[in-house]
């Protein structure tokens, strides 16, 4: 008999993750094949996505998605390899993405599994998850649909060295946009200019922030993609341009905070600068993401879209890190947690 | 020699309005026919308009307008007529509207004033300024272009019984939206009910506001069309439906603020709730005015738009108790100080 260790909700957390108190690791005997019903496939995680969305699931409030009740495995998107089938749709050993959570074995349903796509000649079996993956959906609606960057635009990115931020980032370059990017500390401000091209990089933590973000929009801000909330959201309230847009796509600065704050003292101009402030959920999208995902797949494939990676080895006994670094600022681009390597990467 | 009393900027108000400080009443020999070069004309004020936005105008900021200086005459919508022209455009005893501010007699370029269009067989010369001139204007263009209610949708409109959130709201109840307005005081409350026909009237004084509010939005709120910031606006983002439409239009609670607040606890609802929130400035569609007034007059006509109108008989003399008015919500409909009063109303 195999185990399966999961990631449980054991209370919800009033502010930050604590570890070891929000969640608790059990282990159970893992499911096998004969627990399969028709239409079911068993599957074995081999990476977990980390987001800072997942905080959101743990509050118990109206979302977009329901909340992970006490008690039930935590919620994320892994990729995972069918060990054992009875769906028409999925065969033993098919790589496949799927919101299996936080646990290494698992059952679903085949409507809500999908067969990995095939990846560009440099493409990652973990790009399943990040840039071709929810992460770059994200990116690619946020900004085509809502901020749509137009060439010679002036474009802010904040978390732009995170998973979603840096993807949105290099969209706004590629549609000849001037873009600044805001990340904490110097080792992320350099990287996204070094690495991934931008026009200018920002470190909040740097006490002249506030003057360079000033400095760096002389002509105001177009679009402004945001992640974080709170200050930053507000000092780009300040610096909007008439007709701005601005693509609310996360808030990792409030996730934590016991009383959320929205913007402040720059608020009403959405007013006096005409701004459209849209908030969206990757699935909104559902019915076109094949032709993102082979527009992003085709910019990976011409190296026009970068990416990076944070992995965290140590399977599900490496959640709580997981969480802790993703809350702390510790990745560049997207953090997953590998639960079992596979060297089989599906590709064009 | 006739005198002309203005209405001067002296300093900057650092929250409220202070009568006798933050403007001061001067009189100086009027501008006569001598005074006109080509192309310009003289002008005698009829009515003048007060509305929450001027107060803007007197912060020294980046805005949609500049602000005004001090020492200027303070910046006003009004109805005038013309007393002597040197334009081909206007001849003496025009009725006119244009931005001649808040004084008895002045003189504009003839690109800054209007002729007086042709009203409604129901219609008063006020309308020109309320429900047929930028009043209604942007009540009409914020719900059209922004809020787009449907039949059957849930529409919530702040300061319900203000100048513009009146025509708003009608217009929603003319889409065939349930509308709920926002006012203060029972007397209000009232007003917006029976007078206007809206489906709830709440009063945000009293003591069980906010369980009303919730009641009255069982299905969620699909247009906010808002007018006044801060709290309410906050109550209303966590009552936001799905993909709902928030018309930012004005934010009276946070004008006189020496700290503005934008919204806070419920801020993040915009992404989990997708809502689009925008703001705009009636002149940016002016290319759309004629059409726009063609349909509000002919509600007007059909008795479908009732508007109510609050005029402060003084001249210039009483613009101080205007603003008093204005910001202590002492007007039902449309504040407007009356300077001459016109029997000549232009008529369709």
Sequence with gaps: MSFNKQFVLAQRPKTNIVPGETFKITQKPAPTEADLKDGQVLLESLYISFDPAMRGWLDDKRS??????????MRALTIARVLASKSSKFAAGDIVTGTLGIQEIGILPEAQVEKAFDLPSNGKLTDLLGSLGTTGLTAYFGMTKIGMPKSGDTVVVSAAAGATGSVAAQ????????????????????????????????????????????????????????????????????????????????????????????????????????????????????????????????????????REETIIKGGVASADEAFQTLFNGGNIGKLMVEVKSSEQSPRL
């Design 64 to 73: 977009y998605l329901p909340p992970v009740q006490i008690g039930e495995v």
């Design 171 to 306: 969209i706004a370059k590629i549609a000849g946009a001037r873009v600044i990017g805001i990340a904490g500390g110097e080792k992320k401000r350099k990287w996204l200019e070094e690495e991934l091209g931008l026009d200018v990089g920002l470190d909040y933590k740097a006490a002249d922030f506030k003057q360079k973000f000033k400095e760096a929009t002389p002509k105001f801000i177009d679009v402004y993609f945001d992640n974080v909330g709170g200050e930053i959201l507000d000092m780009a309230l300040g610096r909007a341009a008439t007709f701005s847009r601005f693509v609310m796509c996360g808030g990792i600065s409030q996730y934590n905070a016991e009383t959320k704050a929205g913007p402040s003292a720059n608020f009403f101009n959405i007013i006096s600068q005409r701004i459209k402030m849209q908030g969206f959920i990757v699935f909104d999208f559902i019915t076109e993401y094949a032709a993102a995902r082979k527009q992003l797949a085709q910019w990976l494939g011409e190296g026009k879209l970068k």
